[in-house]
């Protein structure tokens, strides 16, 4: 196939990986079926075939029917190039919003919208750093390490939403966080000493923060109650809460008071164990100087 006497190379299904839709995901499927159906529309009104429009915006003709018919997701820049190509006048472009939302996972997504409407969040990983407080190059050097691996474009929509969620510290009123970060995720250096460096800096500026504890449980406590698990309690301003753990529900979030009662419980101990806030800083403080 050749423009003008060169040769096209069409972007087809193998070089889009990552941008299925995920048939479990309701709202994911209705927006990109609505999206797709509006392109096929607009194409169709402008007398172009599947064919004719797949080379315009550079892109195979199977590859135009599945995005036209809700089977994929399209980039930003296959919605601008469309818009473009069909004269829109900004119609298509303006639908890469909900595309981009459709992007990120859906217990991301739902998770982002528990945080959105909260007022206090209790936040305890075992694990790792939590995820509101991770840089995005702490966070990629993290996913990079996921065995079975995943693909470079995964490994950036888990980023781009991890970051979206971060919106959280951006609000006014700010809603009160508690952080309880355990001291072996702050001494391991993964990804390097560098990305560790620039990660501890960024916890003592998140601790900085009016609205936010940050504390450390120390590897050297005899007793722990978060054994069981990591802990998210989500407060609201009507009184209401959310919660999740591995322990309560199979990680499912729970708004019964008697589940939320043990959670909080957990929490409350865990915090009682952990240092207070200002030695938290200052231990961290310490580990910057020696990384």
């Known amino acids: 196939m050749g423009v003008d006497g060169a040769v096209v190379r069409l972007r087809s299904e193998a070089d889009e990986p990552g941008w299925e839709v995920d048939p479990d995901d309701e709202w994911g499927v209705a927006v990109i079926a609505t999206v797709g159906r509006q392109l096929k529309l607009r194409r169709e009104a402008v007398g172009m075939r599947a064919a004719e429009f797949g080379v315009a915006v550079g892109y195979g003709e199977d590859m135009v029917y599945k995005i036209e018919g809700g089977k994929r997701i399209p980039r930003p820049e296959y919605l601008d190039r469309a818009d473009e190509v069909l004269g829109a006048k900004g119609l298509l472009s303006a639908m890469k919003e909900d595309v981009r939302r459709v992007r990120y996972p859906k217990k991301v997504r739902d998770l982002a919208q528990l945080e959105a409407r909260a ?48 919106t959280v510290f951006e609000r006014d009123p700010a809603p ?86 043990i959670l909080e419980l957990r929490y409350g101990i865990i915090r009682a164990q952990a240092l207070t806030p200002r030695e938290s800083t200052a231990f961290i403080e310490q580990l910057l100087g020696e990384t």
């Open 176 to 261: 009160e966080l508690s952080f309880v970060l355990e001291e072996w995720t702050l001494r391991r250096p993964l990804g390097g000493r560098a990305v560790l460096r620039q990660q501890l800096e960024h916890l003592l500026e998140v601790a900085r923060l009016r609205n936010v504890e940050l504390q450390v449980m120390p590897m050297d406590r005899e007793e722990h109650a978060g054994l069981a698990g990591g802990i998210e309690v989500l407060k609201s301003h009507d009184g209401s809460a959310v919660g999740r753990s591995v322990a309560v529900a199979g990680g499912r979030p729970v708004s019964d008071a008697k589940q939320l009662r």
């Open 119 to 166: 007022v206090e969040l209790q936040l305890y990983d075992p694990l790792n750093i939590h995820g509101l407080l991770q840089t995005p190059e702490y966070a990629r050097r993290l996913l990079l390490m996921r065995r079975p691996a995943y693909s470079g474009d995964e490994v950036e929509r888990f980023i781009a939403a991890r970051v979206a969620r971060k």
